[in-house]
């Protein structure tokens, strides 16, 4: 049974770029939320996805985008990037929208040069 | 102020110390609580949910005091493959149903032999 996944894994891009990131969830898990986490901080709650639609959002400018399939994969898109956006992208699943246990991804390295 | 506060150390033991950190957090209306251990350039993984009765897994023993808005991690005969970063984290539900985890920016613990 494979947990969450997440590509890539390693990204560099340079400032004004846009990028894409991807998640699986863990088998019978529907929900996705995906966090960012900077250098020696903890991870920042960007935006949670259930049912294809976005369903609560942290406090991360409208540059921060995603969209969730039909098959609960999911997708964060940032616009015109910026030096401060390069940190670990993560992405955690869980199952239903009530069960409190979210198991995280591997997460994608982002480097804005 | 942030939502949650740790210390984020290091914390520097040696192997069979025991270690504790604490944590507070600033919303009345956060409804679970939680801790979890990332180790360098990893996920953070759960370590185990807290709950104000207490709770101990092993070595491990978690406590919450809703009161003081406050949270314990106690590590008995600390490992070397205990050295990570321990995140406090809590878990606030909207009347949606949808819940978002805070994370405090982790305490960083260190077993040297």
């Known amino acids: 049974d494979a947990g969450v996944t997440q590509s890539p894994t390693h990204l560099i891009k340079t400032r004004g770029q846009q990028v894409t990131l991807r998640c699986s969830p863990k088998?019978?898990?529907?929900?996705v939320s995906w966090y960012q986490q900077a250098l020696g901080q903890g991870p920042q709650f960007i935006f949670q996805y259930y049912e294809e639609e976005e369903r609560q959002r942290g406090n991360f400018p409208d540059r921060f985008s995603g969209h969730q399939f039909p098959n609960y994969s999911s997708e964060l898109n940032v616009n015109a990037l910026l030096l401060g956006d390069s940190a670990l992208y993560l992405c955690?699943?869980?199952?239903?929208?009530?069960?409190?246990?979210?198991?995280f991804g591997p997460g994608t390295r982002l480097l804005v040069l | 102020r942030k939502e949650v506060e740790q210390d984020p150390g290091p914390f520097n033991v040696p192997e069979g110390a025991t270690v504790a950190f604490n944590c507070t957090y600033s919303n009345s209306a956060s409804q679970s609580f939680f801790w979890y251990r990332q180790d360098c350039r990893k996920e953070p993984k759960l370590l185990m949910s807290v709950y104000s009765s207490g709770n101990e897994d092993g070595r491990f023993t978690a406590q919450l005091n809703r009161a003081s808005q406050y949270i314990s991690l106690l590590i008995r005969d600390s490992k070397l493959s205990d050295s990570a970063t321990y995140l406090c984290v809590v878990n606030r539900r909207r009347n949606t149903g949808f819940q978002k985890l805070v994370f405090g920016t982790g305490t960083r613990l260190l077993v040297s032999p």
């Open positions: 088998s019978g898990h529907d929900t």
């Open positions: 955690a699943s869980s199952e239903k929208v009530t069960k409190e246990t979210q198991y």
